[in-house]
């Protein structure tokens, strides 16, 4: 009976074993992308700590074998339990190293499940069972129960209970372990009695994240995307995450969507056609922001434009964007075109530099959500951009939404009239953004919305043009102020503007 | 315990306190202290031998020093189509708008910021907008600034219990009772801001020779600031700190030490308007205000001339004068150098010479000092001494959730005067290669003398442990795993101290008078030390002898 106890432990225990370094591996893939690397280092590490846990099993007495066995169990129970949902909040809501904390915590586990075995093993030798058949029992078991999750863990845990669940189901199973042998062998356990303490209010808690655990983790999601995770990298400056579902190919920057493949088009069009449609005779255009290569390809349909600059301060993603093969389909390898020249380098340290002169400038920057940010929108930054622009070239700016963020969207507009320039403000309706908002700007050429286009659109044609241009009684005009450096209003705006929308 | 567990568990401790070790020594930083100065100037103090002259330069004028005085007098006289002018650099050129720099990253050593100057500051307007910083109406009541020098958002914030708060003194941070004083001081200084003597000049203006002369003014400076204080019924804990912060901050002294006329002036003389820009904002650069003492010398043609080059002057030599004389046909300066081979000197010859070096210095290279009315041993003002340190730094330290990093970071109740980021005006979006921060520190807490002793006997560890105490508040040991290495700028004689009795400081007096064959000009003439001050004796030298 008791042989038979300590075998299913081993089952148990096993399958708990396997379904960590599972849970570990699959969040880390779909946190950080890049799943063949992700799992495999997952596995190395915990393997490697598994052999540690082995090696250090044997400094356990024998006469505390059991007892230590029962510490590790409600330990692992505790770590193991709560991993997938620490990390899954780390990663969401601390700024706390992630990659460091996940193998830390991998390394953890891997350390204590590596000493189960050989501790149950000793145990049920002490107890008098052959030892070949013990090794036989034991090992069997052991695999028997990595086999039952490997396939439990893709086929019903991981779709039915999610990752977190997952993780504090198997930390009950432990915690249930520690406490049978508890029972069982209380007669050669020094101090049962704390043991069943300690053991219960560890099952208390995992059991109670348990219940709460679907709002922890929706609530750690917020940031995060429900669609598959095709792509995923932090690069010094920020995260991109690219994500399918289906033929809905999207790009996230820290959390926040940039484009939609499905309705992007209209985005872009709108961003790009008025004022290179209106430029016939622009040769060299350039682009702040927009590492995509999506306006980008907009600009390189026309013939006349002899040469584009863009100039974005992250490399990776123009990396990413001129070599992925689902990206570059998406825009037409604009990044490797030989009239680009690609600049990675901060826009604002850029401009203040340069010496080049364009013919016109489609900037599109984030949104002004920081003060950082927030100076690639202010007046000096303005009065720089204008030293590069021809008088009578164009400038064009993405400008959040008029709708949303009205105050935001109307302090861009004063903000480059301040700059000295004369503005034309519009807006477009973009599904997976709403109403969205530009501004076109020149120092001194004339401008009307354009009549027809030279090259086909897909979302533009005259009237849809003339009503990008015109606001509709429930889009006013508020009174703001420009952003200047010294206060940054802007930034204050598009906080406000955004909170009350979100809230 | 057996054999092998013991040593097992002594090996385990053994590694344990290795990588302690190891992580507190990669938690060091090399710390450079420098005091700017102090070798050259010392050499004056004792008066060595000198060497016999190598080289005779004639000119028509002569400044010596090139700090913000010198260099202004030089800007106006190149301004006026003056150009048989040298400027002698001193021990430490440039003085107190002295910068360093780190890679691309400049960080001032000194001074680093200029508040919007008032009407009266005439001479400051004219020089910003020489130097495109007012880019339009420089004499206008509301100029228009090139916004890439006006401070950026946020400008400041105040870390009280280990959070921050916006702004200096956050109403939110205070008790009602507090606030309530708070507003109450403030608008008893507006008050003071429109004030005018019967003279029709204001109570309290920017440079103080524009001010008022108003018995019922100047009688405020018959008391120290905190008597003053005192008698008005302002006892609220956070106000009297944040004032005696800000008497730290410019003086260089506490509240009690410093006049009270001194201590509203700070607030009321400020009353630069921009049309781009709110009332009290300031201007700062990188190199804080080295980014002056940059465009000036540019403006005012001064090159480093070699030695042996006999042409024509405007130039900037380097050196310092051990000895300034009338002679027959004008002055004669006696000036040494650290050449290759140890000292050299040289002299200067000239029709006049704009004495722009402080007054303990002039007090001992000035024959018959006292000829011109100023006794140094009873008319010099205490100099407030001063640790400027820079830090460093590989990339930002994390900060306390939620927390913005700020241009000025102040620690309510700490006796420091925390740290501006020399990045702050970066127009950047990612984070710069480099960053520094700058700490400064008035030994407020010692008599002058004493923290002067203080300093030259502090270890380096002393030193840094003072100047980082803010810093180290404010990011625990983050701060030292950012750090590349820290600069410390020990200023011995940093400022003249505002004193109560101050405005009547006869010699003082005498000396902003001198117009003969040797004028003076330095920020001492004031009384206390800024920018606007030192340049507008600076200025007036230079349009006295350009319309004599
Ligand atoms: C730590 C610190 C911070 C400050 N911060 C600010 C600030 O933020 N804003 C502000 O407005 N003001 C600030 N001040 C005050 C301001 O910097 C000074 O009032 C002003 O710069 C003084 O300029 P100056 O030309 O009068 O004198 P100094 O800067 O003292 O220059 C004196 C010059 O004389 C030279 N010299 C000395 N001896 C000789 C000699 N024997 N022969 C020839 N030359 C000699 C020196 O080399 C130096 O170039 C600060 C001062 C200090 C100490």
Redesign the interface.
């Known amino acids: 009976m008791i042989d038979r106890i300590l075998i299913l432990s081993v089952f148990i225990v096993a399958s708990c074993g396997l379904a960590y370094e599972l849970i570990a591996g699959a969040l880390s893939s779909y946190l950080l992308g890049d799943s063949v690397l992700q799992f495999s280092s997952i596995i190395g590490c915990y393997l490697f700590a598994m052999g540690v846990g082995a090696h250090l099993s044997k400094?356990v007495r024998d006469e505390d074998v059991l007892a230590r066995f029962v510490d590790i169990e409600l330990l692992v129970g505790l770590l193991g339990g709560l991993s997938a949902t620490a990390l899954f909040l780390t990663f969401s809501w601390l700024?706390a190293p992630f990659r460091t904390t996940l193998y830390a915590l991998v390394f953890a586990i891997g350390v204590l499940v590596g000493m189960e075995i050989p501790l149950v093993m000793r145990a049920l030798h002490a107890r008098s069972a052959q030892f070949s058949e013990l090794v036989a029992k034991v090992l069997t078991f052991d695999y028997l129960g990595a086999l039952a999750v490997s396939l439990l863990f893709p086929l019903v845990l991981a779709p039915r209970l999610g990752l977190s669940r997952t993780g504090l189901l198997f930390g009950m199973l432990n915690v249930a372990v520690g406490l049978w042998t508890i029972r069982v062998f209380r007669k050669s356990l020094p101090r049962p009695g704390a043991q069943v303490l300690r053991g219960a209010a560890v099952f208390a808690l995992l059991g109670g994240v348990f219940l709460v655990s679907d709002r922890l983790v929706t609530w750690a999601e917020k940031g995060l995307f429900g669609d598959e995770i095709v792509h995923a990298v932090s690069t010094?400056?920020q995260r991109l995450v690219i994500t399918r579902w289906q033929d809905d190919l999207r790009l996230y920057i820290n959390g926040n969507l940039q484009f939609s493949s499905r309705d992007e088009h209209r985005y872009h069009e709108a961003l790009v056609h008025p004022a290179l449609e209106s430029a016939p005779w622009a040769r060299s255009v350039l682009v702040l922001g927009g590492g995509d290569g999506l306006a980008l390809r907009e600009v390189l349909k026309y013939p006349n434009v002899e040469s584009v600059t863009l100039v974005d301060?992250d490399a990776e993603m123009t990396r990413l964007f001129s070599t992925s093969a689902p990206l570059t389909a998406l825009n037409h390898g604009s990044l490797a075109d030989p009239r680009v020249t690609v600049i990675n380098q901060?826009?604002?340290?850029w401009?203040?530099h340069s010496e080049q002169m364009f013919d016109a400038a489609i900037v599109d920057?984030p949104d002004p959500s920081s003060?950082?940010?927030g100076?690639?929108y202010?007046?000096?930054?303005y009065r720089?951009l204008a030293r590069r622009v021809a008088v009578n070239g164009y400038v064009v700016v993405q400008s959040t939404s008029p709708y949303f963020a009205p105050r935001a969207y109307w302090s861009i507009v004063a903000t480059l009239a301040?700059a000295g320039f004369r503005t034309w403000p519009y807006h477009a309706y973009v599904p997976s953004f709403g109403e969205w908002g530009f501004v076109l700007a020149s120092l001194q050429g004339p401008f009307s919305p354009p009549q027809h286009y030279r090259i086909p659109m897909r979302f533009l044609d005259a009237e849809v043009t003339r009503g990008m241009f015109a606001f509709a009684p429930d889009m006013p005009r508020p009174a703001v102020e420009a952003n200047?450096?010294?206060?940054?209003s802007l930034?204050h705006y598009f906080e406000q503007d955004w909170h009350r929308v979100i809230r | 315990m057996d054999r092998r567990?013991f040593l097992?568990a002594a090996g385990v401790t053994g590694a344990a306190a290795a990588s302690g070790a190891g992580f507190w020594r990669w938690l060091e930083f090399p710390t450079e202290i420098r005091s700017p100065g102090r070798q050259l100037g010392h050499l004056l103090r004792d008066r060595q031998a000198n060497p016999p002259p190598r080289a005779h330069y004639r000119t028509d004028v002569l400044i010596l020093g090139s700090g913000a005085a010198g260099l202004t007098a030089a800007w106006r006289l190149a301004k006026s189509g003056h150009s048989r002018f040298i400027v002698v650099g001193g021990p430490e050129p440039r003085g107190n708008l002295a910068s360093g720099i780190a890679g691309e990253a400049r960080y001032p050593t000194g001074a680093h910021y200029l508040p919007l100057p008032s009407r009266e500051s005439t001479h400051i307007r004219e020089m910003l907008e020489d130097l495109g910083i007012i880019l339009d109406g420089a004499q206008a009541e509301r100029p228009y600034y090139?916004?890439?020098h006006?401070?950026?958002?946020?400008?400041s914030r105040l870390l009280i219990d280990g959070v921050w708060h916006d702004g200096v003194l956050p109403a939110s941070a205070l008790p009602a009772a507090g606030s309530a004083e708070h507003q109450r001081f403030f608008s008893h200084v507006d008050e003071l801001a429109l004030a005018r003597g019967s003279d029709g000049k204001r109570a309290f203006a920017m440079p103080i020779a524009a001010s008022s002369a108003d018995a019922q003014w100047r009688a405020l400076d018959a008391l120290s600031f905190a008597a003053w204080l005192e008698r008005e019924g302002y006892r609220s804990a956070a106000l009297r700190w944040y004032l005696d912060y800000t008497c730290r901050d410019d003086y260089g002294r506490g509240a009690d030490q410093v006049s009270a006329y001194a201590g509203l002036h700070y607030f009321a003389s400020r009353a630069g308007d921009a049309r781009?820009?709110?009332r009290g904002?300031v201007l700062t650069w990188p190199a804080g205000l080295g980014a002056l003492a940059d465009r000036l010398a540019q403006a005012a043609g001064l090159i480093r001339a070699d030695r042996s080059d006999a042409r024509p002057a405007p130039r900037l030599l380097d050196g310092t004068a051990v000895s300034l004389r009338q002679i027959r046909a004008g002055v004669e300066a006696l000036c040494v150098t650290q050449g290759a081979g140890g000292l050299e000197s040289y002299v200067v010859t000239a029709r006049r010479a704009i004495c722009a070096m402080p007054l303990h210095a002039a007090g001992r290279v000035v024959e018959a000092m006292q000829d011109f009315g100023f006794d140094p041993g009873e008319h010099l003002p205490a100099q407030a001494p001063w640790l400027v340190s820079n830090f460093v730094l590989s990339r930002f330290p994390?900060e306390l959730?939620g927390a913005?990093l700020a241009w000025d970071n102040i620690v309510l109740g700490s006796s420091s005067l925390g740290y501006v980021v020399s990045t702050h005006q970066?127009?950047?979006?990612?984070?710069p290669p480099r960053t520094v921060f700058t700490a400064y520190h008035a030994l407020a807490e010692m008599s002058p003398g004493a923290a002067r002793e203080w300093m030259t006997r502090a270890s380096p560890a002393e030193l840094l442990e003072l100047a980082s105490a803010d810093l180290r508040t404010a990011y625990g040991w983050k701060l030292a795993a950012c750090c590349e290495r820290a600069e410390i700028a020990l200023r011995g004689h940093g400022m003249a101290v505002p004193a109560p009795g101050y405005l009547s400081n006869r010699g003082l007096q005498a000396l902003r008078e001198a117009d003969g064959r040797i004028l003076f000009a330095h920020g001492d003439l004031s009384g206390y030390s800024v920018f606007e001050e030192a340049a507008w004796w600076g200025d007036r030298c230079a349009r006295r002898i350009s319309s004599a």
Request: without cysteine; aromatic residues 10%.
């Open positions: 400094y700024a010094p400056y301060l901060d826009a604002a340290q401009i203040e920057f003060f950082a940010l100076k690639l202010s007046v000096p930054f720089l301040e200047r450096l010294n206060n940054q930034v | 567990n097992l090139d916004e890439r006006v401070v950026h958002a946020p400008e781009n820009a709110e904002a994390a959730p913005t970066d127009l950047r979006v990612g984070p």
